[in-house]
């Protein structure tokens, strides 16, 4: 009986102490936010040549990639705290380069 109660109680411990299985859509959203914060870095690259006067034409279609990849990721259910942090961060930041484009574009076009 005594080690009956003890296996049992073994079992209950090694099932608390597993990780959970992530969950498939926390998995593929964590996925997606790596790539829009590869793409966004790349387009901040992408304007800085711009506004540098390397490059001739603003990267404008691959922005609008990324609005599209935000908008879904906005869209995208969040189901832990942890996932709706990370989305805050990156997209505070993209917002926050959206803002410093759109300022450095007016300004070239005075």
Known sequence: MADEDERSLRERRTEMDAPEAE???SEKLR???RAFESQLDQQEHLYAMYFAGVERAAPIQRRQQLELLATQ???TPKPTAGLRF????????????REKWDKQMKALER
Not at 86 to 97: A, D, L, T, W
């Open 31 to 33: 996925r997606t936010l």
């Open 23 to 25: 969950d498939p859509t």
């Open 73 to 75: 990721i906005n869209n």
């Open 86 to 97: 990370q989305v805050s961060v990156v997209m505070s930041r993209y917002e926050s380069y």
